[in-house]
């Protein structure tokens, strides 16, 4: 298996929101924000080349259909997803499965494209699409608090098409690649757990989007149901660090991903991934 990340682009959150209940004065010396408050996020996707030929995208960033209407989030240096796949070699054609962690926009915003006449497509023509069942149900029929986060065009052309896989369970796309559902952020995301050489990499997506979300208490404020994000949190981190897993942080503008070893009650990074390219 070979994995690389890619940063999409980047984008403002407000570090209340990021840090739900947790006080500024705690926060800020894990991670950095500005004058106003506000903490600069990052949009990072997984490319991954199975041995059996697969070509697996794992959330596909922001696009770029509603940047307008998203203004608030000042979105910066963003990057053209068929442009840096074709740097490593591979086509919007090739790609065969494409997972997404969530339906929030700032990881499904480009699984579809907007042509000359108006028209949406799949920018991934011959890719299975998958998402688990209860976050497309919550997607169509979302609540107050998390309606702003979805947009239908992002994934319409994707069902017309047929091109929409929505999964239960535990699911097992390739020797090398299981998806596994969590809570808490929002219902039913799909972690990636990617087999490699000698370690297991976890894209944990809005589950532990961050180094600083290692603390199994530092909630975000965008999380729907902070106690079960706790709980899907211990079980994730548990695991990792019992099985030496890399947990690979989605929105982590300064760090990429870690190993994790318990401490007293929570967890603290071990070793600190830095590379783009792993296997």
């Known amino acids: 298996m070979l994995l690389e990340l890619i940063d999409t682009g980047f984008f403002h959150a407000d570090g209340g929101a990021m840090f739900g209940a947790i006080p500024k004065t705690a926060w800020r010396r894990r991670y950095p924000c500005d004058d106003d408050n ?27 259909k509603q940047l307008e209407r ?16 074709a740097e490593r070699g591979v086509t919007l054609e090739e790609v065969t ?15 579809t494209r907007r042509q000359d006449d108006g028209s949406l497509v799949p920018a991934f023509p011959n890719a299975r699409h998958w ?34 896989r929505l999964i239960d369970e535990e699911t097992r796309l390739d020797p090398e690649v299981a998806l ?12 990636a757990y990617l087999k490699g050489v000698e370690r297991t990499y976890v894209f944990a997506g809005d589950v532990i989007p961050l180094m600083a979300s290692l603390s199994p208490a530092w909630i975000s404020a965008y999380d729907l149901h902070a106690a079960r994000s706790y709980e899907e949190k211990m079980r994730l981190m548990t695991e990792a660090a019992r099985e ?36």
Not at 245 to 270: E, K, M, N, S, W
């Open 244 to 279: 030496g897993q890399v947990i690979l942080f989605c929105h982590d503008a300064y760090h990429r991903g870690a190993t994790i070893r318990p401490c007293g009650d929570f967890f603290r990074r071990d070793e600190e991934i830095v590379e783009d390219k792993l296997s």
């Open 180 to 191: 596994r559902l969590f809570d808490g952020h929002t219902p039913g995301q799909l972690v």
């Open 97 to 111: 499965d494409v997972v997404l962690s969530h339906l929030h926009f700032d990881h499904c915003g480009y699984t």
């Open 131 to 164: 998402v688990s069942r209860r976050q497309w149900e919550n997607s169509l029929a979302s609540s107050p608090l998390e309606s702003d986060s979805y947009y239908r065009e992002n994934m319409a052309a994707v069902e017309e098409r047929g091109l929409l």
């Open 38 to 64: 506000t903490c600069v996020l990052t949009m990072r996707v997984a490319l991954v080349r199975t041995g059996s030929g697969r070509i697996v995208l794992i959330d596909n960033g922001a696009g770029e």
């Open 70 to 85: 998203l203004s608030y989030y000042r979105f910066f240096d963003l990057v053209d997803l068929s442009r840096a796949l």
